[in-house]
Each structure stands twice: as structure tokens, then as C-alpha cells.
Nanobody, 115 residues
Framework: QVQLVESGGGLVQAGGSLRLSCAAS????????MGWYRQAPEKQRELVTV???????TYADSVKGRFTISRDVTKNTVYLQMNNLKPEDTAVYYC?????????WGQGTQVTVSS
């Protein structure tokens, strides 16, 4: 099993920045991939970005050039740096881990971007 604890959400004005953190209960090298998803009101959960245990990253087109996923393997923590935030980025952001053919989710953290 993998426990995920997120932090760093909040309220920010458009054009601002936030950094989300996701601490995992296992070493990141044992987890196949970790990522961030988001779910806006009345919308389906969507992929934002993923990083594999080999370090390969993937981003949704809507966040390319603005969001960056990174990790600190000494802290078993993955980060999501979000710059130039837009009102349409408002959502609950969930950390995700793919480990031994199962998916694990964090509790979610609210990000609200005001115009």
C-alpha cells in the first residue's frame, strides 16, 4: 500500500503561483509513477501531469509551460509548481500513485484562482 499526504493548496489571484506537495509512505523508486489530477465542479477528474520512477514527465496541454512536476527522493515527496495560474485551474488537486498494478489517491487539496 501507499499513503499519500498532500499540502499546499489555497487561494491565489490569476497570474500567481502555488506549489503543491505530496508525501508518499514509500520510496519513490518503488512506485511506478506518481502524478497529479484535478477535478473542477461538475467536471470529470483529469490528468494534469505524471512522473515515472525513471523521471520521465508528461503534461496535459492545458498546463504545459506553466506547471512543473518534480520530486525529492530523499523526502519521498513529489511537487507540483504552478505558475501563471488561471481561473480555469480552479479545482481540487489529487496526488496519485501507481504501485503494484493499483492506484492510490491522496485526500485532495483545493486550489482556487480568482480573476
Amino acid at each position: 500500500q501507499v499513503q499519500l499526504v498532500e499540502s499546499g493548496g489555497g487561494l491565489v489571484q490569476a497570474g500567481g503561483s502555488l506549489r503543491l506537495s505530496c508525501a508518499a509512505s514509500r520510496t519513490l523508486f518503488s512506485i511506478n509513477a506518481m502524478g497529479w489530477y484535478r477535478q473542477a465542479p461538475e467536471k470529470q477528474r483529469e490528468l494534469v501531469t505524471v512522473i515515472t520512477n525513471g523521471g520521465t514527465t508528461t503534461y496535459a496541454d492545458s498546463v504545459k509551460g506553466r506547471f512543473t512536476i518534480s520530486r525529492d527522493v530523499t523526502k519521498n515527496t513529489v511537487y507540483l509548481q504552478m505558475n501563471n495560474l488561471k481561473p480555469e485551474d480552479t479545482a481540487v488537486y489529487y496526488c496519485n500513485a501507481y504501485y503494484t498494478d493499483r492506484e492510490y489517491w491522496g485526500q485532495g487539496t483545493q486550489v482556487t484562482v480568482s480573476s
